[in-house]
Structure formats: C-alpha cells, structure tokens
C-alpha cells in the first residue's frame, strides 16, 4: 500500500498531526504515514513549495503527499490533488505543489469536492487526510469525488523556477535557499545580507572543509544551495531572516 | 488490535515518548501508537482534563489512551483505568479523566495495582503503558490486576462541566478555552484581558472571515471556543496566559 | 523482525528524521522505528555516549540503534558498527558507542566501506540509515561491506567509567549527570554550581519527597543520578548549564 507523507506547518505541539493520522487511519489502517515535516516555512506556500520539490524526489515511488501550508483555510481556495511522476500530492490549491509539477514530467490535477462537514478550520484532518487515505487504498482521484482540471489550470502562481532567497532555518541554524545546486557554479560566491551586514560566502564541499566559525555554501543533502557556518548557526552568527535575498556574484 | 494513543505533558524532547513505546510494543508489538499530544497543559490536571474531552470523541471507537499529565507522580494518588463509552483510559488517578467520564453514557473505573518495580518518576513507561497494551491485546482490567471500584469513586475533583479559562495555547498562539461551543449563543462577546489590557471578542466561522491583525472567538475543529488573531498569534499579539478567566457577555 | 531504535541530535526540526525512515523503509518496509530522542547532546558523543548507555538495557533484545551526534561528519572518521551484548549500534565511528561497548559482556566492532554517493552532510541517511535496515532483515555486518576490525581498535577514546557532570536537560529542566546511581550512595550529597552560586543537594527517592521548590537528586528512570527541583525547573531555578562538574561530597 502506497505510504502516506506528511509535508506541513502545523508544528508537532498540538493535537493536529495526531488527528490527521487517525483520520488516516480511520479509512486506511495499515497505510503508514512519515513525518517529513511539519515545521515547513509558516504561512509561506511559495517558499514552502522550493523546500517541497527538493524532497520530493527522495519519497517512495508511489507515496501520497499531504502538504498543508494553508494561509488561507476555511476561505474561498479550492482543495487540489496534483499527480507529479506518479506520486499524489494532496492539499490546498495556493501554489504549494507549483514548483514540484513544474519540475515532473508528467502532470494532472484535480480539484476536490466542497464538504460542508468539515471543520473550517482543519481540513487537513477532515479533507486531506482522508482524501490521501482513499488514494492510498487504490481509488482514483475520480471515484472519491474530484474533478480534472484542464492544462491551463495546472500553471499556478508566476514564480521563477529557482528561488534567490532564504527559504528554512533546520535546527542547527543553517540557512537553506530555494536555489538549486547543480544550477550554481562551484567559483560562484554569494551575499546574503544580515543584521551584521553583508556575508560572502565561497563554496566548499562540507562542514570539516572549513575552519571553525567560518561562513560558506555547499550543495545540501537534498541538492539546494545551503549557506551554513561550521560549528556555528548561520542564522544566529550572521543575523540572517527567513526571506533575505541571496545574490549570486 | 486496539490502537494506543498518548495524551501526555512529557514533550516530545528526551526519551520518555520513545520508551513508553518501547514499553508498549514489549507487550503488543502489533498495537500501534498514535502521539496526539504531547504538550498537555503541563502539570495540570484539570485544564488537561477538558482538553482530553475535546479530543476523545475523535478517538478510534476501540482506543486505549495513555494519558500522562500527573504532578504526583510517585507519590500516594493511584493509578486507574477508566472505561467511558467502550474507550479505556489509563492514567493517574488525578482527575484527568474527570471530564471524559462526565460526558460519558457510560463509565467503569478500576484502580491499578502498586508496583515495586516501577520507576517512582515514570509510572507512563512502567505501569500506563504496559497496562494499555495488555488492554489492547484483549485482556480485561481485571485480568490483569486492576480492581473495579464502585459508582461513588467514580466521581472525583468537584470542577465546572466547562471551564472559562485558557488552557491551552497552540504553535500559531491560539487560545483554547475549556468551554464546548455548542453552549455559546454565537451572538455572545466574550471578554479576555491580556497584558495589553482587556479585549473584547466577537464569533467568527473562521480566520478569512476577518481583517488581519483582528481578534475574534470561533469554534475550533474540536469543538472548543478558541480567541485567534487572524495572521497573528492570539498569545503574543494580546498578551494572553494560559490560566486567564473568559467571560461571556 | 528487529526494530530500528534513533538516537540523533537532529532535532524533529526539518526534513531529517523523516528522510532516515524513508531510507529505512526504502530497504526494509516492515522493520518498524522508534524516535528513542533526537536532542541528544548536541555535537558532543561523549556526554551522548553516557546517556545512550544509560538507555540501550531496556531496547529490545535485538534492537538495531542508530546513532548519530556526529560534528565530524564529511571528515575523515569512520562509520562504524558496534555488537553489544546482542544489539547492533551503527554511526560514527567518534566514541559515541564506547560506554555502551565498555559495559557490556561481549562486543565487536566493523568498519563500514566508504560511499561516494552519500551526501557528505547527511551520513544518517545516506549510510547509517541503509546500514542498519539491512542488518534488521538479517544480513550480517560483512555481508553489507563492513569489515571486522581487531580488539584493540574497540578502545577509543579515554574517558571514564562514569562522568561526573551534567549532560542532559530534559523537557521539565531535570539534568541527567552521566554517573550510575548505584555507584553513589544515597547518603552521599552532590554539590554543582550554577549562576545562582553552589547548588547541595541531598538525596530523596522522588519529586514528591521533598518541598516544592527544593533541589534534591534522585536516580532517574534509567538509573543515571539526576538533579531535580520539585515542581520547578533544576536548569532554570538554579541557573545551571550542560557541562557543568558535578561533585561528589
């Protein structure tokens, strides 16, 4: 049975992610479900949807991706499913899943039924999870209710194909940016501007390639331009914000 | 099999939550556990008791709680179980169960044995856990020790059918109140004071049904009345505590 | 099938800990994982090595533990696999397994091959995580490339049997010492110094046992000496830090 990939900003506090797992597992009980993430940038679908096709990659082959980075819950955006390579990807119609259907090379979407049941609030728990549950067990976005959506509604938000800009903060401070790697030269130097002021930072390979306290960038595991410090926090020793613009000299 | 969901105030740092599962699987390694939360109100009983009642109607209609927010831990309060409406509970015997059992058509209450091998610090791991997975592999209370106590015991701290206090705020800082939306008019204001002084609350169905920035009261996806700031954070935004009274107008 | 039990400093932060169980279930979809912590003392395997032996006797039998706290990796050091007494232990090669190996019956070690492919920061995923799945299916350590290596190479790093100082601080602000509470004596007092000056401290069985407010220490749930103040924080009320000596009096 396809796993089931938690992809949110939902935070682990609370009782969210608990509740889409056992709405999960109310319709698909031996489905399984990975916390990839749930501390995506907050409120953010664009910066959210650079971090989300950099991962995607690595999902199983036929995982269904919830993704919930939803400003605008309970208002007028539709719920979408996206079917990127073979993968679904379930959420909010806001552009979240943009970056990963530009990138694949097969794409459909559909858009989800209205459920007057649901929780305005919530519809991770009463839409989305129990969508990716039926997708999960084999049905077609068709039988539980969606609607394809021609070409022409796949093209969502205007954004570049490569974002300039600090995207995610991980645990350790490091800075990740919606660039990808293998579209950067190695010689190519960056600034990025904190409240010490501005930062050059050369490439190198990784961490114990640099002396201690020393500000660079490298390609990170997952294949996106990464400024970081070594032994340190980038964003705590440079003084960087999520959203600082990333100049590529 | 019954599925184990937790319900305690251990966070999710260190390795309490990874060895109750431990502990659990022990016993019933095909049980599955579901974190719902971790970050209860913290060493507070009662607050956590009308959140948990919020929760467990959501529950699997056959799920065994583990619920663990007990300040007394290692001193005289015993341990129970309680069966509300076929659910068990397993937990202190603090009250924490209180509210459940209230709202519950029917409820059964037995007390655990003492056990000289446990942990005086971390009765979830030694006695709750293993208790709830032998109740997930179809054992009874009593076969496995617990002695059924009668109607009158049932009935434990004398506290409101809802409570007009904060007793919980989430990662965006909304705050939940202890009271069931289901008895507010939704014509009612409700009155807060926060270090910023009082504020005064009108309903809302959702966040986009106000202007940013704006205070408002809703039911959230549990049922509960819950004072948000749309794009903002109720707790930093109005300077709110948990503890703080709510008055209905 | 053996269980696959984490022991990181990642943080549940980010995509980490959710990419390592892809990469588990990628090569061994039944194995089953539990997040034992992910806090560990960061970039620090010796104070992580103390509390993973604390941890690993109530793993289950054949646990196969992943374990990473690793600032070197990308460098030079190894990846390793530890036998201890049954279990597999797989990470950096840095002295994080040594307590563990130093107190148990029976241990051998391997050295895990290179591999060009993983990304330089990401060794968790890319060869611990690979590793210890197809060691929970039952292939043998040399079977998956790693090479036996002689008793002498099992002696790292020279570090004592017990460490007298505080490496852990948990959710409620208790700090875990890295000496065994059967070494101690219960009439032994212990003194630390935190911001606040000299902190004594005698012994009580448990939280309960003393005043609120008061700092007492106890042997904890996994037998290690821990610091407490009774309803209070140890870290916070008496101004303590991780690294901090502790002596006993």
Chains 1, 2, 3 share one sequence.
């Not at 300039?164 to 293998?182: K, P, Q, V």
Request: glycine share 12%; with cysteine; proline share 6%.
């Amino acid at each position: 049975m396809a796993r089931i990939v938690f992809f949110t900003d939902f935070g682990l506090d609370g009782p969210y992610v608990g509740q889409m797992k056992m709405a999960v597992e109310a319709i698909a009980r031996d489905a399984g479900t990975v916390d990839l993430m749930h501390d995506a940038p907050r409120f953010d679908p664009r910066a959210s949807s650079y971090l989300l096709a950099a991962l995607a990659p690595r999902f199983p082959w036929n995982a269904v991706c919830v993704g919930v980075v939803d400003p605008g819950v309970g208002g007028t955006r539709s719920g979408v499913i996206v079917a990127a390579d073979g993968r679904f990807f379930v959420g909010p119609g806001n552009g979240l899943f943009e970056i990963v259907r530009r990138r694949s090379k097969t794409a459909r979407m559909w858009v989800l039924p209205q459920n007057a049941e649901a929780a305005p609030s919530f519809h991770g728990r009463d839409i989305f999870a129990p969508a990716a549950a039926r997708l999960a067990l084999g049905l077609s976005p068709e039988e539980i209710g969606a609607r394809l959506v021609g070409p022409g509604a796949l093209v969502l938000p205007d954004w570049p194909d490569d974002l300039a800009e600090l995207i995610y903060f991980d645990h350790y401070g490091n800075a990740m940016t919606g660039l990808r790697a293998d579209q950067i030269a190695r010689s190519a130097r960056l600034k990025v501007t904190g409240t010490g002021g501005d930062v050059i930072c050369d490439w190198a390979r990784t961490f114990s390639a640099v002396d201690p306290g020393a500000p660079f960038w490298y390609e990170n595991s997952n294949g996106l331009v990464e400024i970081a410090v070594n032994s340190g926090s980038a964003r705590d020793d440079l003084g960087l914000s999520r959203g600082a613009e990333v100049e590529v000299l």
